[in-house]
Each structure stands twice: as C-alpha cells, then as structure tokens.
C-alpha cells in the first residue's frame, strides 16, 4: 500500500484534489461573500436610519419607524438579489450554498421573532436586543468557520460581546448604544470591507485574513 | 468551447466529480447526524428532568445549573468514546456549527441569568430560537426535511412565546418542543442509524 494510500483506497492524488477542490470552493465561498457584501451596508443603513427617526423625530411616525424601515429593507434586499442573480458569472458552489443556508435560516428566524416581537410589544425587553445580537453572531460565527475567514469571526466575537454587554451594563441607554454600535457601524464597516476585498479580487485568493 | 463546459472553463466530468463528492459528503454527513442522536435525546431528556426539578422537587434554583452541567459532561466523555474515523468537511461544519450555537446559547443563558433577565418572555423565545436555527441550518447544509420539521418546531414554540406567556404555558410550550424537535428527531436518527448499521452487516453476511 501506498504512503498516502488509507484504508479506504483514497490514493494521494484523490486528497490532492479533493483539498484543491475545497480550498477553490473556499475562494468562492468568500467572492460571494464579497458579492453580497452591500447587504450588510445596506440593513446596516435600514438600522441607522430607524434608529435616527425614532431618536430624532420620534414624534413623525416614531413607533412605525422600524416596521416601515424593516419593511423597506426586505423589499430593497430582495429587488438587489433579483438584479445580482441577473448578472453575467454569477455562480454558486457547496460552501457558497452553505453560506447562503446558514444566512437565509438567520434571516427566516430572525423576520419571525422581530415581527413577533414587535407585534406583542416585547422589543423593550433587554433579552430581546441581546438575543438579536447573539443571533448575529452565530450566522456571522459560522460562516467564518466556512470561509476560514478571520475578519467574520472577529465579527462574530464583536456581535457576542455586544449581546454579553447588554445584559452586564443592565440600561436602556446603553442597550441603544450597543444597538447603534453594532446594528449599524459594524454592520456597514464589515460590508464595506468585504466589498473592498470582493474589488481587489484578493478574496479569490483563499488566504485567511 | 464544448456545451457543457462554463465560462468558468470547469468540464463535464469536473462538474459530474463535484456532484458526486458533494452527495457522498451529504450521505455521511446525514449518516454522522445519525450517529449522534442519542445526544438530542439525551438533551431532550434533561431538559425533562430539569423542568420536572423545578416544579416537583426543592432547590429549584440548582436544576437547570445541575441538569445542563450533567449533560455537557456526559456529551463530552460520551463524545470522545464515539468520535469515527468516517468524518468528512461536512460533518465537521455540522459540528461545528452545532459548537457556535451551544457556545452563543450558553454565553447568552449566563449573561441572562446573571443579570436577572432569564424570565423575560424574550429570553425564552430567543433561546427557542436558537435551537431552531441551528436544526434549520443543519436541515439546510444535509438537505434533510426530518430536521427542517424539527426546525419548524422550534420556531414555531420561539413565535409561541410572544403570545402565551404564563409559567404554565411557557412550561408547556417548551415541553412539547423538547418532545417533538428534540427526543422525537433523536429516536428517528438513531432508528436511521440502526437500520443502516443493520443494512452493513447483511451486505457484508
């Protein structure tokens, strides 16, 4: 038998192939990431702008200023996703498809318990900010763990610590900082990185950053 | 530039070699999933003891601390016993995966619990939700309607949460999930695994 040769018969030339064919699916993995990186901007944008209409004006419409900006978001998503499936070269392969699993389940349950929240008047509660946080964090923590990608998982790290802090720090005023911090500056700075690197080209690389 | 070559240049036989990876990967990550549901019913089951702790017995603050440190010990030393060699990149990530969930579960039941959160109607939903997201994304990378049923369960009890919000209701909400997304997903993967196990050994006699 074969140094390379295991128990199963996989010859060394099958692992070669199959760790090429991994790390290629991995470069794709993140060149989706980056391609779809403007939705982080985007609801990072949807979440600062809630929030500035419900602090500012709170008198124009204030209560409604989450359910018409979450409204919008989804719409604004959804005709983005239809126009980029549009595009020339615009392909999906297992880890992309993973990625897109793990994300669509976030979004899913997510839009079920914002709406459920908000539509029995418990969005007040400190464990329902924090659990969004936490929410985040797992997608974003396991699509780094996908991608093998550093920068995603510091993110998931920021996201965790952000859902900790709500429940230490025990005020309202600072569960909307938290919220402001992280919905809306990490939400856009991370899509904005991932844009930029989707720009240089460097994501197709597959190096971990 | 043949008919089934991409743009991309990957040929015919490179896309039929893919296909056939990545089904083999989704057979044994099922097959993997398989293996360990003796630990969604073990969960299942403490989840029992630990709510029938708290409404039959004394020192009820101790029964979930008590019942959940139990269940990491006995799936950690259980683990290490049972780990195959027959693992591939997609029950890595599904282990993965089922690693972040219990780390962002337990990092958020602690930080709950410490500062007097943990009888929020949101608290309960979100960890409910929890469960369900990580059954959804498994469901969703092994393409498994079983474990997309069980997600739908928990989801289902994590929107029920909202709206029933009595102990007795929470209590019940929570038991029927643990019955239906968890003991009862967990009997049928061990069933599917034994059935399996069983197939081997015919086709070997």
Not at chain 2, 47 to 72: D, Q, T
Not at chain 2, 134 to 152: C, V
């Amino acid at each position: 038998m074969a140094e390379f040769e295991q128990e199963d018969g996989m010859t060394r030339d099958d692992l070669v192939q199959r760790v090429a064919l991994m790390e290629a699916m991995i470069a794709e993995g993140r060149q989706y990431t980056g391609r779809n990186a403007w939705i982080f901007v985007l609801w990072g944008l949807v979440d600062l702008t809630a929030w500035a209409w419900q602090n500012y004006s709170p008198h124009f419409g204030g209560p409604w200023a989450w359910p018409i900006c979450l409204t919008a978001g989804v719409v604004l998503t959804l005709a983005g996703k239809k126009i980029r499936k549009s595009d020339k070269g615009y392909s999906s392969n297992d880890v992309c498809s993973r990625v897109m699993g793990v994300w669509g389940m976030m979004g899913l349950a997510m839009g079920i318990y914002v709406a459920s929240a908000m539509l029995t008047n418990f969005s007040w509660q400190y464990s329902y900010v924090a659990g969004l946080l936490m929410m985040f964090g797992m997608a974003h923590a396991i699509s780094a763990m996908f991608l093998h990608w550093r920068m995603q998982g510091l993110v998931a790290a920021v996201y965790w610590a952000g859902g900790v802090a709500i429940f230490v720090c025990n005020s309202w005023r600072a569960t909307n900082t938290i919220m402001l911090i992280e919905m809306g500056v990490v939400m856009v700075l991370f899509g904005l990185y991932a844009m930029g690197r989707e720009a240089k080209g460097s994501g197709c690389k597959g190096e971990r950053a | 530039m043949t008919d089934m070559e991409r743009e991309d240049g990957t040929t015919r036989d490179e896309l039929v070699q893919r296909v056939a990876l990545m089904e083999a990967m989704i057979a044994e990550g099922r097959q993997s999933t398989a293996r360990w549901g003796w630990v969604f019913v073990m969960w299942g089951l403490i989840y029992f003891a630990a709510m029938a702790w708290v409404v039959f017995l004394p020192f009820k603050e101790w029964a979930w601390p008590v019942c959940i440190a139990v269940g990491i010990v006995v799936s950690v030393v259980k683990g290490r016993q049972r780990r195959s060699k027959g693992e591939n990149q997609r029950s890595r990530s599904l282990a993965a995966v089922w690693q972040i969930f219990s780390a962002g579960i337990t990092l958020y039941v602690i930080g709950a619990i410490a500062s007097g959160h943990g009888t929020q109607s949101a608290y309960y939903a979100a960890i409910m939700f929890f469960i369900g997201l990580a059954h959804g994304t498994s469901a969703r990378i092994l393409r498994w309607g079983a474990q997309g049923m069980a997600a739908a369960v928990w989801c289902a009890g994590g929107l029920a949460m909202f709206f029933f919000t009595t102990q007795d209701e929470i209590l019940a909400i929570f038991l029927i999930a643990t019955f239906f997304g968890m003991i009862l997903f967990g009997l049928y993967a061990m069933w599917l695994e034994r059935r399996r196990a069983a197939g081997m050994v015919q086709a070997h006699a």
